[in-house]
């Protein structure tokens, strides 16, 4: 996936909000098929990818949120830029770097 972080005007995320919308569809289409299988010996393993589907899901509402209300780009933390080679390579991060691994470690 690529993205043109650095257009200019108003559309200027265009782009990722298009990008990201279908990646929506893609993860919504992904957890109706993982909700609706019923082998019960892949339980284990539905449940672990159900889980990271519904993640996927908030973290695409997220980034589509931030665009929508003008703050995407931004570290959610700090207010400082997220770089935009950052931004290309994960479209729906919220942190910045330092801010990253201050989080997490």
């Known amino acids: 996936m690529t993205i043109d972080i650095e257009t200019t005007g108003r559309g200027q ?3 990722v909000r298009a990008t990201l919308s279908e990646d929506f569809a893609t993860q919504t289409a992904r957890l109706q098929q993982l909700t609706a299988a019923s082998d019960s010996a892949e339980a284990h393993n539905r449940a672990a990818m159900l889980t990271a589907t519904r993640q996927n899901l908030d973290q ?3 980034a589509l949120r931030r665009i929508a209300d ?5 570290c959610v933390q700090c207010g400082s830029a ?6 290309e390579i994960l479209p729906h991060a919220q942190h910045c770097v330092p801010c990253k691994e201050k989080h997490h470690g």
Do not use: H, K, N, V
């Open 70 to 74: 003008g703050t995407y780009g931004a």
């Open 13 to 15: 995320f265009a782009a």
């Open 60 to 62: 695409i509402s997220g």
């Open 82 to 87: 997220i770089p935009p080679e950052r931004l």
